[in-house]
Structures are given as C-alpha cells and as structure tokens.
C-alpha cells in the first residue's frame, strides 16, 4: 500500500479556505467494507453545510473529511465482503464524510457496480440525486398527468427529478431559478414553465401545482405551500436556504378545506435494498442514453475550495465532481 494519500480536511468551520489538502494513512477496510481508489468525488450541497458549521449540533468536528459519495475501483475489501469485488468499477456511499479522498473506505453494502459505458464522473453525478429524486416523487404520490413544480431546480436533484417527471408523463413541469440562462438549459432537459426564485415570471404556469418538490427550504416555504392546488403534496428534500419560520405550518391550517399536506423526505429512511435497486436503474438509463447526468466542472481534489466558493456563489448548475 501507499504510505500516505492525499485528502481534504475541515481545518476551520466557515469560509472555503477552511479546507486543507494534507497527507493521511491510507484506509484499512473493516468488516463489510471496501477501499476505492477514487476516480470522482461528489461535491454536494450538504458538504457545503457541514463545512460552514451548519450542522455542528451533529458532533462533526474539526479534522473531518467532508464528502459522501465516489466512483472508482475497489482495491482492498474487509472480513466477509466477496474477493470478487476488488478490480471493480463502483460508486459508493461513504457515510456523512470521507469522500474526499484518494483512497475512500464505504460499507459493501451501499456500493453499486457501474454499468459499461458510464464514467465515475457521471456516477457521482447521479448516484445520490437521480435515488433521492425518485423517492420524494413517491412520496409526493406524483401520478402521471399531474403538474409538478421543483424549486430550486439547477442543482443535480433538481434536474434529475425534472426528467424523471417528464418520463413519467407529467402534466407540466415548471421550475425556479435564478437566471435565463439556466431556465432554457432546463427546457431543454424538459421543463415546460420557468420561473424566477419568488416562483413569479412566466403568465403561462399552472396558478397551482399538485406536488412541489422543494430543494431550497428557507423563508419561501409558506408562500410556496400557498401555490398547491387541493390535495396538493410538498415535499421537502433540501434546507440550503435554511429552516423555514416556525409557524410554516399555519399556512396548511389557513387552508384547511384544500387538503394539502408538507412533508420531509430523507433518503436515509429508504431500505438499503431499495435506494441500490433505483440507483442502479437510474446508472443503466444514464449509460442508455435515457437520464442525463449534468456536470457543472470537473476540478483536481486539491481545488476542493474553489467548488465550495462556487457552491456558495450559488451559480453551479448540476454537480461539482473532484478527481485526485
């Protein structure tokens, strides 16, 4: 093995330059876990929380290496996990950290073969997204026919959840965000109504939508549950704007007689069986030329700042993958 591999640490919550290349051991893989030799890094939305210290009540601390998912080949696998696995092209979920790594440690069992033809970076791209879209439109009961609007649409759950709306016959699809230039990259992914932040912009959008799936979170939630139509579902998947006012909730009570209903959703409530059955659909179709994986930049692990100070500009459209 290596004596060291390079990865990126949490040196200081708060501003990007908080993140720091250095030296560590290489991993050991414990029982039912695998080592990957990274290829591609997912930088998420949540990396960018945790490492501004949003998520300190969560016993994260200084020292950690933020990321959760990679694609590459496993190297060393752990007592019990099938020899077979080493030489394999994978994508992997690392846990809350620990992705951005050369060499990256994931249990067996949040570890998906890749099919011939799709790249790690593209992996990266939708292992996470394209799985956690699905599932919040399940649980929006989103049924073909219905319009759907997804807020906060120009990063990778957002785009993957417009296709996915789109082949499951969806009725309209309308998104938010924040320039044109986004807005017609999302018509061409399938959006049929764009609009600005406020959720204002285009006189031809639905005046209601049946489910709002909301990646933003933040002050906004109220007037956006205001545009369900009865029996309307939002269901939220993202706070990157923050926590909504703690009276939300009024707004559902204040319209009472339609019915409509918030939810949360989280893909960790998901059977491990299950998020891996749709990830590796969600792979094939991608490799098929069905789903298409959008990637903003591809930079080197040692920029790992720099995509977080883009993350933070909030001009990123799908994902940010690093490659060591």
Same mark, same amino acid.
Request: charged share 15%.
């Given at each position: ?49 945790? @490492?501004?210290?949003?998520?300190? $009540?969560? /016993?994260? %601390? ?7 998912? #990679? &694609?590459? +080949? =496993? ?13 394999? @092209?994978?994508?992997?979920?690392? $846990?809350? /950290?620990? %992705? ?7 249990? #067996? &069992?949040? +570890? =998906? ?36 609007? =997804? ?174």
């Amino acid at each position: 093995m290596e004596s060291t591999v390079r990865a990126v640490v949490i040196q200081q919550f708060g501003d990007p330059g908080g993140l720091q290349v250095v030296d560590v051991p290489p991993p050991r893989a414990a029982a039912g876990q695998v080592v990957i030799e990274t290829e591609a890094i997912g930088v998420g939305g949540v990396d960018a929380m945790i @490492r501004r210290g949003t998520l300190g $009540g969560y /016993g994260l %601390g200084v020292g950690m290496v933020p990321g959760s998912e #990679v &694609a590459g +080949t =496993v190297v060393r696998v752990g007592e019990g996990v099938d020899h077979a696995w080493i030489g394999r @092209r994978v994508w992997a979920f690392t $846990g809350v /950290g620990g %992705g951005y790594v050369e060499q990256a440690v994931a249990p #067996v &069992a949040d +570890t =998906v073969s890749l099919p011939d033809g799709l790249t790690s970076v593209d992996a990266v791209t939708l292992g996470s997204a394209a799985p956690v879209a699905h599932f919040a439109l399940a649980q929006g009961r989103f049924a073909p026919g219905e319009s759907l609007l =997804v807020r906060g649409a120009a990063g990778s759950i957002g785009i993957a959840a417009v296709q996915l709306a789109v082949r499951a016959g969806a009725g309209a699809v309308a998104v938010t965000t924040s320039s044109p230039g986004r807005g017609w990259r999302l018509r061409e992914l399938g959006a049929t109504h764009v609009l600005d932040r406020a959720g204002d912009g285009d006189p031809t959008a639905p005046a209601a939508y049946d489910v709002i799936i909301d990646i933003v979170g933040g002050p906004g939630i109220p007037s956006f549950i205001d545009r369900l139509a009865p029996s309307g579902r939002l269901v939220a998947v993202g706070m990157v704007a923050g926590l909504p006012p703690s009276d939300f909730g009024m707004r559902l009570i204040e319209s009472f007689q339609r019915s409509r209903s918030f939810s949360t959703f989280s893909l960790n409530t998901v059977p491990v069986a299950a998020r891996d059955r749709v990830r590796a659909e969600s792979f094939a179709a991608a490799a098929g030329g069905q789903l298409t994986a959008v990637v903003d930049a591809v930079l080197p692990l040692d920029a790992a700042a720099e995509a977080h100070r883009r993350m933070d500009d909030g001009t990123v459209f799908g994902r940010i993958v690093l490659t060591p």
